[in-house]
């Protein structure tokens, strides 16, 4: 089958950073992406990694291991404005992308 | 603005009526998708485009579910026979990177 597991909720402290993980199994593996969605608003894109290790782009960075099916996405000196909900996506085999059900993060001051 | 767009943004109607929405993708781009999102949960695959081909589609595109990208530009998605429980946000996204469209809000009374 298809899954993507990810936390609910996480909360994390202004100036702070933090590490969202994101496990997946699919039927077929093209790459991954990451996603930043503030409520009532549509899906940012962040991140997509196809090969294993750590790609940084400014605050945020996204690791993948594809032999663990394992990916995190790690931000850095948290804001207020990085509260939101952080989503994890499969493209698989054949242009499907499957989503994981988002994470939640809260920037406490 | 170059971005993704979406029409309308919000559409009420009743059970039983059928609705339409409006893709237009980023011009360059080849890949459109379509995507369905409940509260509290992620984007839903629904159905991907290369050009004019419809390349794939969940099994929900069997039933009353179609889209079309007649030209390889813009795209719709038409619901037949809508029924509660499609009360959703569709989204729509492009390019490579899937960069997202503001989506349309679907409640069915």
């Known amino acids: 089958g298809q899954n993507i597991d990810q936390p609910t909720e996480m909360t994390a402290t202004e100036g702070a950073i933090v590490q969202i993980n994101c496990t997946y199994q699919t039927s077929g593996f093209n790459g991954l992406f990451w996603y930043q969605q503030h409520a009532g608003e549509a899906p940012t894109f962040l991140s997509y990694n196809v090969l294993d290790g750590l790609e940084e782009k400014g605050r945020f960075s996204s690791f993948l291991s594809r032999s663990k099916g394992y990916s995190y996405l790690l931000l850095k000196e948290l804001q207020m404005k990085d509260s939101a909900s952080y989503l994890c996506a499969a493209y698989t085999g054949g242009f499907k992308t499957i989503f994981g059900a988002g994470t939640r993060l809260f920037v406490k001051a | 603005d170059t971005g993704v767009s979406q029409d309308p943004r919000h559409k009420i109607t009743k059970r039983g009526q059928n609705v339409t929405f409006r893709c237009d993708p980023i011009?360059?781009?080849?890949?459109l998708y379509w995507y369905r999102q409940t509260l509290g949960q992620g984007p839903e695959f629904l159905t991907y485009f290369q050009n004019e081909a419809q390349l794939e589609k969940s099994r929900l595109l069997s039933d009353r579910f179609s889209a079309e990208r007649p030209k390889g530009s813009f795209s719709t998605l038409e619901i037949q026979r809508t029924e509660q429980g499609d009360s959703a946000m569709y989204l729509c996204a492009s390019g490579g990177e899937q960069y997202f469209g503001p989506g349309t809000r679907l409640t069915v009374t």
């Open positions: 011009s360059e781009h080849n890949r």
